[in-house]
């Protein structure tokens, strides 16, 4: 227990372990400690910004998912109106195209008539020229009474 | 065991192995108090008994004492170097981690109570708490271990005496060890006033506090009971420091001595519940050094 030399011994031994230590060992570990102290409050800070991230996400997804429902409905709506117009399109037509071919029978059937009557009359006038011939026992000039017979076809 | 042979018993466990230097015409003596050699010349020499170490003087080195808190120094800084060197903002490895909470710990203590910028008080305290606490942790290694081995070595292959085969393996039951840690620190108490204020703001501090007056004849009258006040505060700050650290460890070693002169060979038995509590004062102790040490140099660089 006596005070001796130790003491200068021992002061030597706790500068030379503080100087190392001050020197080689709290630099390098504090420098990591406090990057690492970074690196987690970088990594905390960004999975906030991802779930914001994600929150947005989600809202944007469930409004395009809302315009695409708007936008389906709306063009079905279109669809069927279009479906809609088209038959009623079709029906005009058809009914258009019926009114046309009545319309071109009837028409066929009066030139029918037409040409019957004209055939008709032709023939009538032949038969009344023919029965005028036979009357009158002469013939007659075609030409000098096609006036005449032009005026009997009219009239028939 | 006998009165005699348990207080030698004792008493050769509280001895240091000691190298110092013997006067010219010093008178060695064996175990049995008989002259076997005079000194012809002052000696360099290894103590064989407690007088020819009181009688060593100042010159004169505590071999055991300054071995083991070398060697734990060392092994100390070893393993504060590996984990520097592998030190990275990555997850950190088991022992990496359990290193890295010590650091942090320390950290901690010292940003909780230094204010000031300052590059040497965190590591000065990681030192101080770890060194230590290994130095204590010593204590807890049966009494009777090491200093047989030690003895048998010595006796075997250099042919000592098995009476001058001291050997302490507790450095900080040395005096010496935490004297010499603790008015180290009081250097640094004195370096770091002399830094923050200026080395008048040092000589100020221990000549005009704590009784102060803005009365220039009352201030020198003051001026010889501040000086005796201030500087018995700055020597019982090392003085206690160091003492406290030694008089705890001290204790403990004796009890453990004490038990072990007592009971023998079945000391691990009597012995086991009392280091079952010196755990907590080898931990409290080392603590207590840091944060003393720390207080005391926030106090040397805050005005107050």
């Not at chain 2, 300054?66 to 100390?76: D, E, P």
């Not at chain 2, 075997?156 to 005496?161: R, S």
Request: glycine fraction near 6%; include cysteine; aromatic fraction near 10%.
């Amino acid at each position: 227990m006596n005070i001796n030399a130790t003491l200068i011994g021992q002061a030597i031994w706790f500068a030379l372990f503080v100087i190392f230590c001050m020197k080689f060992v709290w630099p390098p570990i504090s420098k990591a400690l406090e990057e690492r102290k970074q690196k987690i409050a970088e990594g905390l800070s960004a999975a906030d910004r991802a779930e914001r991230d994600l929150v947005l996400a989600q809202e944007k997804a469930s409004s395009n998912l809302k315009e695409a429902k708007e936008k389906a409905s709306e063009i079905i709506e279109q669809a069927n109106k279009r479906a809609n117009q088209i038959v009623e399109e079709a029906k005009d037509q058809a009914r258009t195209e019926g009114e046309r071919l009545i319309e071109k029978a009837q028409s066929e059937i009066d030139q029918e008539i037409n040409r019957a009557r004209e055939e008709l009359r032709k023939e009538v006038s032949a038969l009344a020229l023919s029965g005028a011939e036979q009357v009158l026992g002469r013939e007659v000039n075609r030409d000098a009474h096609k006036q005449l017979l032009d005026d009997l076809a009219a009239q028939l | 065991m006998a009165a005699s042979s348990a207080s030698e018993y004792i008493k050769h466990h509280l001895g240091n192995l000691t190298y110092g230097r013997l006067p010219e015409g010093y008178e060695r003596l064996d175990h049995h108090g008989d002259v076997v050699e005079t000194l012809e010349t002052s000696t360099w020499t290894f103590a064989h008994n407690g007088q020819e170490a009181v009688d060593m003087g100042f010159m004169a080195f505590h071999v055991d004492s300054l071995a083991w808190a070398g060697g734990l120094g060392i092994i100390m800084c070893l393993m504060f170097w590996l984990v520097a060197r592998k030190a990275t903002a990555g997850v950190p490895s088991g022992f990496m981690n359990f290193m890295e909470s010590i650091i942090e710990f320390v950290d901690n203590q010292v940003r909780d109570t230094f204010h000031g910028k300052s590059k040497l008080i965190a590591p000065l305290s990681l030192v101080i708490f770890c060194w230590v606490f290994l130095m204590n942790l010593m204590d807890l290694i049966p009494v009777d271990l090491f200093p047989k081995l030690f003895e048998w070595t010595m006796v075997t292959f250099f042919g000592w005496d098995a009476h001058q085969a001291y050997f302490k393996i507790v450095p900080t039951t040395d005096p010496n060890i935490t004297l010499a840690m603790s008015f180290s620190v009081m250097l640094l108490i004195i370096g770091f006033t002399v830094k923050a204020k200026g080395f008048g703001g040092f000589v100020g501090e221990l000549a005009f506090k704590p009784f102060e007056t803005d009365n220039i004849v009352l201030k020198f009258l003051l001026l010889p009971v501040n000086l005796v006040l201030e500087t018995i505060s700055l020597l019982s700050k090392p003085v206690s420091l160091g003492l406290r650290l030694f008089g705890n460890m001290y204790a403990g070693e004796f009890v453990f001595i004490l038990v072990a002169a007592m009971m023998g060979t079945w000391q691990f038995i009597g012995a086991w519940p009392w280091a079952v509590f010196h755990i907590l004062v080898i931990t409290l102790q080392a603590f207590i050094f840091m944060v003393l040490t720390i207080v005391y140099l926030s106090m040397a660089v805050e005005e107050h």
